[in-house]
């Protein structure tokens, strides 16, 4: 496929819209990171930083989806064209929707660094959002490249973002009944750990974009899930949701 | 859009518009100079034109009056019996009608003095002229008649100022005293000047009777000719051009024949004359001075003008019009004649109008072929013998009168150019208003 | 996506098609115009030919009635069947063929004739009507279906070219439909056409699908993708793509049809 429009200037705006889209993702990316890192170190001044940081984001949500809506109404895109706003824009809310979870976390954090630590969760949960940065960051990659396989390996890493917030629940459960006193930091940090868990899911939601914009087919769902487990009545009672 | 290929804000002389800058001072002189120009070549074209229709008109005009001798005349039954037992009748009438003169004058205190001879040279043969009258109307015996004689056609010429007392010698044909008994004539208030209705409804005369001459004939002759020539070549050259047009596959053998029709085009018409004379007179054997074996000759030479304005009035036509025709599933031939054809009409009507022009003016083809001048004796029978009966056509009429001695024969000429001219319009108007109808039906 | 097409491709059988092309060449002298195209055109379906100039999509189109047997120097190869028959067969008479398969061209080109000839014109050259009455009941009814009865209902002696562009356009359709064709092929009818005489043409063609097979060949990719259910994309001669038109627009196949459908190449 030739590479340039024969208008430049349409060449521009598309650039331009997934410029914004990368920017947002590398704010996004550096929220998770930081918002875990805040946890883990009990640093409320970088937890309000983060809270902070999602105005940005938010703002360019607004942006890019007023330049998708300007590009659609002027240059009607078609094909490749098309998909790549359409991607661009339900990335752009995942991305932001990914942000607001890094806020809550941040949020969750200030009101944990008053509470005893438990005891490896910040740890725990660290990993999980090293392994979802680490998910999106690919995911952003495959966009860039237009790399199905790649982002077809992220939706199955998601699975392991499964499986650690479920290994996380039953830890927490064990935790809560050990000592009802835990109870109130354990039910922040299942919340923390559920919305990680939730992020993956948006990740996977971006991969399931960049395969739609590089092969014009959305993945069937046949996407392997693990949350089976909390869900079975035999195992802890009732679920949360 | 920033497109760097495009100058961007190179300096020019001056910013304002209010200041002509001195490309577009330049540009302007020669759109003045060119208007200047287009100007002054039509001015030249109408001064020439004006010059032109001033000099025919001026030149014509005589043609149109003659000079008439109006004398009331009386013949009892006793003077034509006795006139008509002499042995040289038309002498004696010639003698009364000198009488009865010689009395009108000497009323009016005149005194003339003339002769039969001098009445000869002034008035033409009048005593053939009564004879004739009074034998084909016994009726009119005894009682008074009004006679407009003509009078010669050297008498005309000195009334209207082209021949002078001074100017001729005495011959028998004309006398400087006769001269004396027109002056005398006129002071009795005898002659008087007339419209020359026997130049516009008359025949060709002789050599020595340009007064008598009329184009009336030689206009029938040319008549029946663009009959022929339209009845034809209209519907040969239409023919052919939608046939070359519309239908024909190109190859060399249809590159040939166009290309052959342009060239009959530029064929020069006197070749055309000895063509009608070779094939028609003298191997299809048709008679010599007709205005068919004319019209025949005419027509070949109006086809290839008429098959090249109809082919281009027909290459005219959008071509959307032929698919839209084709379109709805009409057949060629219904597409040419129910759509292509009726648009093409009005071009193909002026150059059909144009050819017949062309062909009403020619004269070489015509002298070849024995239309000439003198041949215009009379009218024809009849219509169809109008194809066939000797005759001759406008043009070369007025090339016959125009080589002849006579120098009233050069006022004829003239007058006859100026019939051409009023025949030719009479075609042009009629074109006009053909070409409006069919323009009002789209 | 956004169409329904819950009428279309769901068991196509031989019964719905209408046009069949198998293997078409067509030659202009020694230019070869169209290679190989192959395509099975639906009934009751508007498909669309678009591709960049030059590409013969109109040529393709003008040999399925065959106009272009009218250039000389064309040359038509292979085979196309019209239910089954194949139309350029030797006992074949075009004008036969071309009332069956009417056309509409890309400039408005109404007869130099009132209205009501220029739609009465095929039907009395066919034979349709027999009498007065029944020409005039032919003539509204082909104008109602160009939807353009009520604007000319009072005025059917005025003349066809004093229309403004889009009603002579949809009085030239009116004039096609009034033959009571099978197939309408439409070459670019909309190109001389302000927006809103083409958003007016584009309705009718909708509303003439109900009972032809339409055939347009359009310069304009979302005219194509408003109007056709079926898209055919022609470059330098070759049938690239063809498929639903909701695929050829958000999913091309072929990258030379994502070039062009996307704006980069002519």
């Keep these: ?241 | 859009m920033t497109d760097t290929s495009l100058p961007q804000n190179a300096p020019r002389g001056s910013n304002s518009i209010l200041a002509t800058d001195a490309r577009t001072k330049k540009r302007n002189a020669a759109e003045k100079r060119f208007r200047a120009l287009g100007m002054g070549a039509i001015g030249i074209g109408l001064f020439f034109l004006i010059v032109l229709f001033t000099t025919i008109i001026r030149s014509g005009a005589p043609a149109f009056t003659r000079t008439v001798v109006d004398v009331q005349f009386t013949l009892t039954q006793a003077q034509y019996d006795e006139a008509e037992g002499t042995l040289f009748k038309t002498a004696a009438y010639a003698d009364l009608f000198i009488a009865q003169l010689g009395e009108i004058l000497a009323e009016q205190d005149v005194a003339a003095d003339f002769d039969a001879e001098s009445i000869e040279r002034t008035l033409g043969k009048v005593g053939g002229t009564l004879r004739e009258f009074y034998r084909a109307n016994e009726d009119q015996l005894d009682q008074p008649v009004n006679f407009s004689l003509a009078t010669s056609s050297r008498v005309d010429g000195y009334l209207k100022g082209r021949v002078t007392l001074e100017g001729i010698e005495d011959s028998r044909f004309l006398m400087a005293s006769d001269l004396d008994l027109v002056d005398e004539l006129q002071a009795a208030g005898v002659i008087k000047s007339e419209f020359n209705w026997p130049f516009i409804t008359g025949a060709d005369s002789g050599v020595d009777n340009p007064g008598g001459a009329g184009i009336g004939a030689s206009v029938v002759g040319s008549f029946f000719m663009m009959l022929v020539v339209l009845a034809l070549a209209l519907p040969i050259g239409v023919a052919a051009s939608i046939y070359l047009e519309e239908f024909a596959v190109q190859n060399r053998f249809t590159d040939l024949i166009e290309v052959n029709i342009s060239n009959l085009a530029a064929v020069p018409s006197i070749v055309f004359g000895i063509l009608g004379l070779a094939v028609f007179i003298q191997f299809a054997g048709l008679p010599q001075s007709a205005p068919l074996v004319g019209g025949l000759v005419l027509t070949l030479m109006t086809l290839p003008t008429i098959i090249i304005s109809t082919r281009a009035a027909l290459k005219a036509v959008p071509p959307s019009i032929r698919e839209a025709a084709l379109g709805v599933g009409a057949s060629k031939m219904q597409t040419v004649f129910h759509h292509v054809l009726p648009l093409a009409m009005p071009g193909i009507l002026t150059g059909t109008i144009i050819g017949l022009a062309q062909a009403l003016g020619e004269t070489a083809p015509l002298l070849l072929i024995g239309m000439v001048g003198f041949v215009a004796r009379g009218y024809p029978d009849g219509f169809l013998t109008g194809f066939t009966e000797a005759n001759s056509a406008m043009p070369a009429q007025i090339y016959t009168w125009a080589a002849r001695a006579d120098a009233a024969f050069y006022d004829k000429a003239w007058g006859g150019i100026i019939i051409l001219l009023i025949f030719l319009m009479f075609m042009n108007i009629l074109a006009v208003i053909l070409r409006r109808r069919f323009e009002r039906r789209w | 996506m956004m169409k329904d097409n819950a009428d279309e491709r769901i068991g196509v059988d031989a019964m719905d098609i209408k046009f069949a092309a198998k293997d078409v060449q067509v030659y202009y002298a020694d230019n070869h115009a169209i290679k190989d195209v192959s395509v099975d055109i639906l009934d009751k379906t508007v498909t669309a030919f678009i591709g960049p100039s030059g590409c013969g999509k109109s040529t393709f189109l003008r040999s399925l009635n065959r106009m272009n047997d009218t250039i000389p120097i064309c040359r038509v190869e292979g085979d196309i069947r019209l239910d089954g028959q194949d139309i350029n067969a030797p006992e074949v008479d075009p004008v036969q063929l071309r009332a069956k398969v009417g056309m509409v061209f890309q400039k408005p080109n109404p007869f130099p004739k009132s209205i009501y000839d220029n739609v009465a014109y095929g039907p009395r050259i066919h034979g349709l009507a027999r009498g007065k009455a029944e020409l005039d009941e032919i003539v509204e009814k082909s104008l109602r279906r160009a939807a353009i009865w009520d604007e000319v209902k009072d005025r059917l002696d005025a003349a066809g070219t004093g229309l403004s562009g889009g009603q002579q356009q949809r009085l030239c359709i009116a004039r096609a439909v009034a033959t009571e064709p099978e197939v309408l092929l439409m070459d670019e009818p909309c190109s001389a056409l302000d927006p809103i005489a083409t958003a007016q043409v584009e309705e009718l063609i909708d509303e003439l699908r109900q009972s032809y097979s339409v055939i347009i060949v359009t310069h304009s990719m979302q005219q194509a993708a408003r109007v056709s259910q079926k898209t055919a994309f022609f470059h330098l001669g070759n049938l690239v793509e063809y498929g639903d038109t909701t695929d050829i627009f958000t999913n091309p196949r072929d990258t030379r049809t994502e070039s062009y459908i996307t704006g980069r190449i002519g």
């Design chain 1, 1 to 241: 496929m030739n590479d340039a429009h024969i208008a430049k200037a349409f060449d521009r705006d598309l650039e331009g819209v997934q410029a914004q889209v990368m920017k947002m993702g590398g704010l996004v990316e550096e929220a998770i990171r930081d918002s875990a890192k805040a946890l883990k170190s009990r640093d409320v001044e970088l937890a309000e930083q983060v809270r902070q940081g999602d105005r940005r984001i938010d703002e360019l949500e607004d942006l890019i989806n007023t330049q998708c809506a300007q590009v659609l109404a002027l240059r009607q895109p078609a094909a490749g064209d098309l998909r790549t706003v359409l991607t661009v824009m339900k990335i752009a809310g995942n991305l932001e929707r990914i942000g607001d979870y890094a806020k809550n976390l941040a949020k969750r954090t200030e009101v944990l660094s008053h509470m005893q630590p438990i005891e490896g969760a910040s740890s725990a949960i660290k990993r999980m959002s090293k392994e979802v940065e680490k998910m999106l960051s690919d995911a952003l990659d495959a966009y860039v490249r237009r790399d199905a396989a790649l982002a077809e390996d992220v939706r199955h890493r998601d699975l392991e973002v499964d499986q650690m917030y479920n290994a996380l629940f039953r830890e927490f459960l064990t935790f809560m009944m050990e000592d009802p006193r835990n109870i109130t930091a354990c039910m922040h940090l299942h919340f923390i750990a559920k919305n990680i868990e939730r992020m993956g899911d948006h990740v996977t939601s971006v991969a399931d974009q960049v395969i739609y914009l590089a092969t014009g087919q959305f993945p069937d769902e046949s996407r392997p899930k693990d949350n089976q487990s909390i869900y079975r009545v035999d195992s802890v009672g009732e679920a949360e949701e």
